[in-house]
């Protein structure tokens, strides 16, 4: 299996506080694999309500970005009454999809506890299909993220 790629801590300029609940968690107080990738989509959500200034999922919007594919490395525990946040970083642009990397970490610390990578795609709701990544899209998350993979 490839591994997931890697990068620092600095190299993420977005982070999510995250509240855990206490039906997050199993009986030894450990958060369940499935709420890990809730975590990522949070993050993902806040991300591209900051950057690129519209919410995933509106119905009013026909363009959209769409999770296509996601891979996820349980590195360490997260239990209750940590304190985690969630780092986001898109990585690579292509036609018609980006790349994404998050981490999941206890808060001040540089080791992520999980670490997802995703692959998003463009998506038109209405008529069912991909479409091109637009330049104002492209452009955003390049002057937020600075270097970004072509």
Same mark, same amino acid.
């Given at each position: 299996?490839?591994?997931?790629?890697?990068?620092?801590?600095?190299?993420?300029?977005?982070?999510? *506080?995250? $509240? #855990?609940?206490?039906?997050?968690?199993?009986?030894?107080?450990?958060?369940?694999?499935?709420?890990? /990738? !809730?975590?990522?989509?949070?993050?993902?959500?806040?991300?591209?309500?900051?950057?690129?200034?519209?919410?995933?999922?509106?119905?009013?919007? *026909?363009? $959209? #970005?769409?999770?296509?594919?996601?891979?996820?490395?349980?590195?360490?525990?997260?239990?209750?009454? /940590? !304190?985690?946040?969630?780092?986001?970083?898109?990585?690579?642009?292509?036609?018609?999809?980006?790349?994404?990397?998050?981490?999941?970490?206890?808060?001040?610390?540089?080791?992520?506890?999980?670490?997802?990578?995703?692959?998003?795609?463009?998506?038109?709701?209405?008529?069912?299909?991909?479409?091109?990544?637009?330049?104002?899209?492209?452009?955003?998350?390049?002057?937020?993220?600075?270097?970004?993979?072509?």
């Amino acid at each position: 299996m490839e591994k997931i790629k890697e990068v620092d801590r600095e190299a993420f300029k977005h982070h999510v *506080n995250l $509240q #855990l609940r206490f039906s997050d968690v199993d009986g030894f107080a450990h958060v369940n694999n499935a709420v890990v /990738q !809730e975590f990522c989509d949070v993050g993902r959500m806040h991300y591209m309500q900051k950057v690129l200034g519209w919410s995933p999922g509106v119905s009013e919007r *026909n363009d $959209q #970005l769409v999770v296509v594919a996601t891979r996820t490395d349980f590195l360490g525990q997260m239990l209750l009454n /940590q !304190e985690l946040e969630v780092l986001t970083r898109v990585f690579a642009l292509g036609n018609k999809s980006l790349q994404m990397i998050q981490w999941i970490i206890q808060k001040g610390t540089n080791q992520p506890l999980a670490a997802c990578e995703s692959v998003m795609a463009c998506f038109l709701r209405k008529e069912g299909r991909s479409f091109v990544l637009p330049e104002e899209w492209r452009n955003k998350i390049k002057n937020f993220e600075g270097t970004v993979e072509e």
